[in-house]
């Protein structure tokens, strides 16, 4: 582990300052790129055009005409939380609009795999629809869209997902109206917009058109900024780059979210999970509420998740929030008993004597397909390779399939190593798809071994000792008169998240002691800037040095009353 204080630009931290900027709050923002206060404005007014994202539109049109029409629009959705709020942005936004005859299906992960298939397409045409609608897939879905249309269905595809390629050539399905930042010719400058957002913005798009139609004008349209918590809480669950444009999204959601303005599913989703609304974070989002809505698509049916955001009754959506905790917890203990079966299996690899992998692919038949991405992304976190698990899949009629879910360290873009696996093995891939940092495929079980080899191999000709040294970038240092709760509290208030991350310092301290607490977690007594402060590692047993450089975050911790600074270690060197 290499810990290593990211550089903050002087002068734009000064910059910062001069706006007004409290100086700890300086520093951060010029270490993840923020140069100006002009950056830092959340405002509804500051999001990217809709015009700017191609296909808008033309999706506007479409909608607004099946409106006009009273035609029935049918959602299909994603079994994720990004695919859940995403859907239920759509039925709660179409709905706003004056749509009044909008349904969804949500694909079961075992039986219907992932996106839009010739069969949901069936699915959809039986259930009466004329229109069709993907959120946060259909990109790739080109059977499903092109017998959706020959159905006789009208299709628009919203989706932020890379496009499928063959031969090198990007191939695109022949919807009615494809929206989709990352499809060729778009200029919309958020390339990393989740699933939800796309779809908030073909409702902002939606929303333009019948103003323009003359349906309502700017004092009397409908609000849509009551859909913005959801789609702050899909943005982070999808664990996309929080760039200026997401950053803003997710703002204005917390921001609503804070306020008690927000779905009744959400709220009674806080309750749950133990946490407070009134004071919600990017952290709720990412580790208390968007696994409870995923625990749904990986054990049950989604469909449980889609009807908690959308619910408007108090007991309903207090009754789905407790049947979504109980699955999360089944999760859990799925996960638990997986993880350390494949962890087991993933260091073995490294045993004396071997080389150690450059990527790592683990199965088991026993495995759960609906942790495997958890699985994996704990393998990823542990011991720092690119990783993939696998489980054999229980659709009807591919037993002897394994479907895989992979998670990749920087440096290694591991849909573009799905592919380059796909060039050179042809067959051993059925299907793949996904991003830089996660992708998923399904292989025939007797290609396990040829599937692992590849992948190690691509891995040994990409990734060098450096990339495959676990690096941890921190803030540096922390002064002593910045270890105050209301700093703290600031501190929580903010937008981060992936590709902006929450704040880390590190410098050597002092163990004063050390003792494990629940048998898991390590309790700490420190000496920072010669003086005493409380942390905790949690999941952490080994003990430490007496000097020792930590990295580790700020939190407020309460004992009788009283609320004091704790450090949470993240990571130690020497």
């Known amino acids: 582990m290499n810990i290593i204080p990211r550089q903050a630009l002087p002068r734009a931290a000064w910059a910062l300052e001069q706006g007004g900027v409290h100086p700890l709050l300086a520093q951060l923002f010029a270490a993840r790129g923020i140069q100006s206060h002009d950056e830092l404005d959340d405002s509804l007014a500051k999001l990217l055009p809709p015009a700017t994202m191609k296909g808008t539109q033309q999706a506007a049109a479409l909608l607004a005409d099946a ?67 993907t959120v946060d897939n259909g990109i790739a879905s080109m059977d499903g869209v092109a017998h959706a249309r020959a159905l006789g269905l009208r299709v628009l595809v919203t989706d932020h997902h890379l496009p499928a390629s063959v031969n090198g050539q990007i191939v695109l399905p022949d919807a009615d109206v494809l929206v989709n930042p990352n499809q060729p010719g778009c200029d919309f400058a958020s390339k990393s917009i989740a699933g939800v957002g796309v779809m908030f913005y073909v409702l902002l798009a939606l929303r333009a058109e019948l103003r323009a139609r003359g349906h309502f004008d700017n004092s009397s349209q409908p609000k849509l900024d009551a859909l913005l918590p959801l789609v702050a ?57 968007g696994p409870r809505i995923n625990a749904a698509g990986r054990l049950a049916d989604m469909t449980l998740g889609i009807e908690c955001l959308v619910t408007d009754d108090a007991a309903r959506a207090d009754e789905l929030a407790r049947a979504l905790d109980a699955i999360n917890r089944e999760r859990r203990v799925i996960e638990g008993d997986m993880r350390e079966q494949a962890l087991n299996i993933a260091e073995s690899l490294f045993e004396e004597g071997q080389d150690a992998p450059a990527a790592i692919c683990v199965f088991d038949p026993d495995f759960h397909e609906g942790v495997v991405g958890i699985v994996a992304s704990r393998i990823k976190d542990k011991l720092h390779r690119p990783s993939f698990v696998f489980a054999a899949s229980g659709a009807p009629g591919k037993e002897h399939e394994l479907k895989g879910s992979g998670r990749s360290i920087a440096g290694f873009h591991l849909r573009d190593a799905l592919d380059l696996v796909a060039k050179r093995h042809p067959g051993v891939l059925l299907r793949f798809g996904g991003h830089a940092m996660a992708a998923g495929c399904s292989i025939a079980e007797e290609h396990f071994d040829t599937f692992e080899a590849a992948l190690s191999q691509v891995a040994r000709e990409w ?112």
């Open 67 to 133: 409106i006009a029409a009273n035609q029935r629009l049918c959602i299909v959705a994603d079994y994720d939380c990004d695919g859940a709020t995403a859907c239920a942005v759509a039925l709660r936004g179409l709905r706003l609009l004056g749509a009044t005859q909008v349904s969804y299906i949500v694909p079961d992960r075992v039986v219907d795999g992932y996106g839009l298939t010739a069969p949901i397409a069936q699915r959809v045409k039986d259930s009466g629809a004329d229109v069709l609608i």
């Open 233 to 289: 809480l899909g943005t982070v669950a999808d664990v996309v780059k929080l760039d200026a444009n997401n950053r803003r999204l997710v703002a204005q959601g917390l921001k609503r979210i804070r306020s008690g303005s927000l779905p009744i599913g959400i709220a009674r989703l806080f309750v749950a999970a133990g946490r407070n609304a009134s004071v919600a974070t990017t952290f709720d989002f990412g580790f208390a509420l």
């Open 463 to 574: 990734l060098d000792a450096a990339t495959l040294t676990r690096r941890l970038e921190t803030d540096g240092p922390l002064k002593p008169e910045y270890r105050r709760v209301e700093l703290v509290d600031a501190l929580h208030k903010e937008v981060w998240g992936q590709g902006f991350p929450a704040p880390t310092f590190s410098e050597e301290m002092d163990v004063i002691s050390q003792r494990l607490v629940g048998e898991k977690h390590l309790a700490l007594k420190l000496k920072h800037q010669g003086q005493p402060v409380d942390a905790i590692w949690f999941g952490h047993t080994e003990p430490l040095s007496a000097k020792v450089v930590l990295a580790f975050r700020l939190d407020a911790d309460e004992w009788q009353g009283q609320r004091r600074v704790r450090f949470l270690i993240e990571a130690a060197q020497g």
